[in-house]
């Protein structure tokens, strides 16, 4: 690998890392609700009833880790759990109607915080920056 090929791939590192520490960041909820309790709400829309390790699974994290952030959603009622009628060790997880409306709610939010944050470039710039990260991806 050339040198410049090798400092360019450390700069697209770097700026891959600050965009997302800048969407995080920006897409902070009044309530202080973390990016991954809205990605087990929409977990559960896209798989119904999924298991707890399942849910973990989907985020990356530990079973530990899970079991917090669905305690959080289950004490504001976003979620319910329903335990496995052959297996009570079997924990299945389902959103409530006012989970999917808070979910509707904090996925507006997260959408006006993106669109803020790319008025900087042009319709043509944003253009690019898509078929770019298309092509990166293919």
Known sequence: MSKYLDEKIDEVVNL????????????????????????????????????MKDVAEHLGITMPSATSIVARL?????????????????????????????LIKRQKFIREKIAQMFTKLSEQELEELIRLEQKVLE
Do not use: W
């Open 74 to 102: 289950v004490k504001q009622n976003f979620i319910i759990r329903i335990y496995d009628a052959k297996d009570r060790r079997i924990i299945r997880l389902k959103i409530t109607e006012l989970g999917l409306a808070e």
């Open 16 to 51: 891959t890392i600050k965009m997302k520490k800048s969407l995080l960041h920006n897409c902070n909820y009044e309530d202080g609700s973390s990016i991954s309790q809205i990605e087990t709400l929409h977990c559960l829309v896209e798989n119904p009833r999924l298991a």
